[in-house]
């Protein structure tokens, strides 16, 4: 039944991150179609909203990690370093979203609680956390990958008398870290950049290392006037050129072999990657190492005697230097200064994984052997439930009151990442099992939102409103995704969130596609091809 307070729409969009705003811009101003956004924080950005910790920065770098919908928008656009800093980043979005008159459509500060689809109706009807209801034919999710944080799985936690901050939800106000005792814990790309920068201030930062991760250099640097010059001549070029890309930047000196090299080879290629920063090593170092041990292996190793170069403490140096997963079966992380943070005096490093957590006291934190670190700051850089959790968030209820929690119990299940049987006329932008983040995500979101416009425009076009993967063509996907995962070294690390196993009783399950960005962008080509494969219409 329809409330009578519902607010009717052509279509709700989640999220005011690059995916939300995009995805206004898409429907409302190209396609007139009257659509509201939600989005739980009191302005536009997402994880570039939230993600306010020192040392935030973009790993990709700007200039191809950018819209490209506007030409106008990429000309005029000045970006002042490499890798910008958070905060630049957001005022990118800021300026993206009054450009293009988006936060009219925004209701801030709203959170859906729920989303249930409607049989009869064939709409979807949406409850925010105030209790108020909208309904809409179409649902366009772009509540992100990286948007709910992990839960804390300290006991006590709630006991801490000091300051407990989480990465993912960094207070806006300045912190000071001058004279406190700084406790941080987690490695990942978060807890790498803000342990970077708490250092610098901190009077005692001990960082709690469970995995050392094989972080490498950024190569950041302020833009490069000429360099500018040249790619803003031809944007279209290297837009393109990131497209082909297997990972969405357009990086293109790949070798096939890390095993077929010989050691100066590899020693060569792997020295022009570190020095030149960047996604190099991970992406375009040599083609086997994500797939084989052996090659993977030489790349590991090179990173371990490097990050030996830079600490001074040898039995620091090998705490830090990571074994227990092949590189990049966690997502790497980039830095800069990193290691040298724990050359200072003021910074220790605790070994997290032979002496585990037992609980966080009044005080700080108490290991299993007994021992007790006393903080003033706790930091908690623990990562989050990705790709599935923002959706399941939702409370997502499709045809017959099936609900999305029931059936993605044992992982996700999706038809190209983007759309799932049973939830009709949802389009989940950079959803589980696609390539989302190991692609570029504003180029994955531009592409996914312009394939949910352009389903919607095909649909209408032949008078038909409703539109959802077949069971089959879903099914044939998951195999599909999981295939290409198991021929890769990923389901070989112990936590990544990319396998979900970041997040205790989690399905360890493949979350994004391993087949590259171009192969992927081919299939959804094939399928609109086809008048949508694998997809009901009706
Ligand atoms: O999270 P993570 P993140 N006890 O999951 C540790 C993107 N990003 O927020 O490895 C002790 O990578 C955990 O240890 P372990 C990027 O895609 C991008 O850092 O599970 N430790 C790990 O060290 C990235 O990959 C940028 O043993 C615990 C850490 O916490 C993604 O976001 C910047 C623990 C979590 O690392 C997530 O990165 C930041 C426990 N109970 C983030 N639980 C850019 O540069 C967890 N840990 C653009």
Redesign the pocket.
């Known amino acids: 039944m329809v409330s009578p307070t519902a607010e009717n729409h052509d279509a709700i969009i989640i999220g005011a991150g690059f995916a939300g705003l995009y995805a206004i811009h898409a429907l409302r101003d190209k396609e007139s179609k009257n659509v509201v956004a939600f989005d739980a924080a009191d302005g536009v950005g997402g994880?570039w909203y939230w993600?306010r910790y020192p040392g935030?920065?973009?790993?990709?770098e700007s200039v191809h990690?950018s819209y490209s919908f506007d030409d106008a928008l990429q000309q005029d656009w000045h970006w002042t370093e490499r890798?910008p800093a958070q905060p630049e980043i957001l005022r990118y979005l800021e300026h993206v979203a009054d450009r293009f008159d988006l936060r009219r459509s925004i209701r801030f500060h709203t959170r859906i609680v729920s989303l249930a689809w409607d049989d009869d109706n064939s709409h979807w009807t949406a409850t925010t956390d105030a209790g108020e209801v909208h309904t809409a034919r179409y649902v366009i999710s772009g509540a992100g990958?990286?948007s709910v944080?992990?839960e804390?799985?300290?006991s006590g936690i709630e006991n801490f008398t000091g300051e407990t901050y989480a990465?993912?939800n960094w207070p806006h106000h300045e912190i000071g870290f001058e004279g406190k005792r700084v406790g941080i814990?987690?490695?990942?790309?978060?807890?790498?950049?803000a342990i970077s920068e708490i250092a610098k201030t901190a009077g005692h930062l001990t960082v709690?290392?469970?995995?050392p991760?094989y972080a490498t250099p950024?190569g950041n640097y302020p833009t490069d006037p000429a360099e500018e010059a040249a790619e803003k001549a031809d944007y279209r070029a290297l837009r393109d050129a990131s497209r082909n890309h297997f990972l969405g930047v357009p990086y293109s000196e790949v070798q096939p072999s890390a095993v077929a090299a010989s050691p100066e080879e590899r020693r060569e290629v792997f020295d022009d990657r570190w020095n030149r920063g960047g996604f190099r090593l991970f992406i375009d170092s040599f083609g086997d190492i994500l797939f084989d041990h052996e090659a993977n292996d030489t790349v590991a190793q090179y990173i371990r005697d490097r990050i030996r170069e830079r600490v001074q403490d040898p039995a620091t140096a090998e705490l830090l230097a990571p074994r227990d997963?092949p590189y990049g079966t966690?997502?790497?992380?980039?830095e800069t200064d990193y290691y040298e943070a724990y050359n200072r005096p003021n910074v220790d490093l605790v070994d997290?994984?032979s002496n585990?957590?037992e609980a966080v006291t009044e005080t700080g934190v108490r290991l299993a052997d007994g021992t007790v670190h006393r903080f003033d700051v706790l930091v908690?850089?623990?990562?989050?439930d990705?790709c599935t959790g923002p959706l399941l968030a939702m409370n997502i209820v499709g045809r017959s009151g099936l609900a999305l929690a029931d059936h993605w119990a044992d992982g996700p299940q999706t038809y190209l990442g983007l759309m799932a049987a049973g939830f009709p006329n949802l389009f989940m932008i950079t959803g589980p099992q696609s390539p989302s983040?190991l692609y570029n995500m504003p180029l994955a979101i531009e592409d996914h939102v312009d394939f949910s416009v352009e389903a919607i425009r095909y649909i209408e076009s032949t008078g038909r409103s409703v539109i959802e993967p077949t069971s089959d063509a879903e099914r044939d996907w998951v195999a599909h995704t999981n295939e290409l995962a198991q021929a890769t070294l990923l389901p070989d690390?112990?936590?990544?969130?990319?396998m979900g196993n970041?997040v205790?009783g989690k399905p360890k399950r493949v979350l994004v596609y391993l087949g590259g960005a171009p192969g992927y962008r081919a299939r959804c080509d094939e399928v609109v091809a086809a008048g949508y494969a694998g997809f009901d219409i009706s």
Do not use: M
């Open positions: 994880t993600n935030a920065r973009v790993d990709i990690y890798f990958t990286l944080p992990k804390p799985e300290f990465t993912g814990v987690g490695v990942g790309s978060s807890g790498i950049q709690l290392q469970r995995t991760n950024i997963h966690k997502r790497p992380p980039l997290v994984r585990p957590i908690l850089a623990t990562g989050f990705a983040v690390s112990p936590t990544s969130w990319y970041n205790p």
